[in-house]
């Protein structure tokens, strides 16, 4: 059994509750949750708490203009929770993004062996997936928004603690910095952002838009 030591906070799963967060964010919270009992029960509390106050709320008339607008936008998207795996590496939740065969993932080289794999979901926000060599350091970096990041594979280490499969690493604003993967094995990990990331290096801060990072 994983265990997992870095979980999602209050803020994210109320979020994820509510429907409130970017289809990117779901896609990485919903993966957590499938691996992790501890964030799945929290996540169960929330949910049972937001039916009972919809139960209290009673009902509301609207008027026909909004009716009209939430026929026009249609349901959001919420990623589903899965709590069994489907591969050693990928959930089946994550994999429902993947496709059949995960062997077939679209990677792309971002330099010094590092990969990367940017899958399709709304614009709020973007979802990629990262595949680092063992003992390879990630850029120096700060953040303009949020990034969560969720261990598949192997392990990484910054200046906040040590993150192996399962965990889960919320980066704000007031964070900066480097990730290097463990040196025993290839790490790889779902990383969300809702803003681009503030590089300290020129040549990163130059491949950035071409990156989309």
């Not at 799963?13 to 970017?22: E, I």
């Not at 029960?41 to 509301?60: H, K, M």
């Not at 200046?159 to 499969?165: G, I, L, V």
Request: aromatic fraction near 4%.
């Amino acid at each position: 059994m994983t265990q997992i030591t870095h979980h999602l906070d209050d803020a994210l799963l109320m979020g994820y509750s509510a429907g409130t967060l970017p289809e990117a964010f779901n896609l990485v919270v919903a993966t957590h949750i499938s691996m992790c009992d501890d964030c799945r029960a929290r996540l169960g509390a929330f949910d049972a708490v937001g039916g009972a106050v919809l139960e209290d709320a009673g009902t509301v008339t609207m008027d026909m203009d909004a009716a009209a607008l939430l026929d026009s936008v249609g349901p959001q998207k919420v990623t589903p929770v899965v709590s069994k795996p489907s591969s050693d590496i990928y959930p089946q939740v994550l994999m429902d993004y993947l496709g059949p065969d995960p062997e077939q993932v679209k990677w792309s080289k971002l330099g010094m062996g590092v990969r990367q794999a940017i899958l399709k979901t709304s614009n709020r926000a973007s979802v990629r997936l990262l595949h680092i060599p063992a003992g390879c350091e990630m850029p120096d970096h700060g953040h303009h928004g949020t990034e969560l990041t969720l261990v598949l594979k192997g392990a990484f280490i910054d200046e906040q603690d040590r993150f192996a499969r399962g965990d889960i690493e919320i980066a704000t604003e007031d964070d900066h910095h480097k990730p290097v993967a463990d040196d025993s094995g290839p790490c790889i990990c779902l990383a969300a952002t809702d803003a681009p990331l503030h590089f300290s290096g020129l040549v990163q801060r130059i491949a950035q838009r071409w990156a989309r990072i």
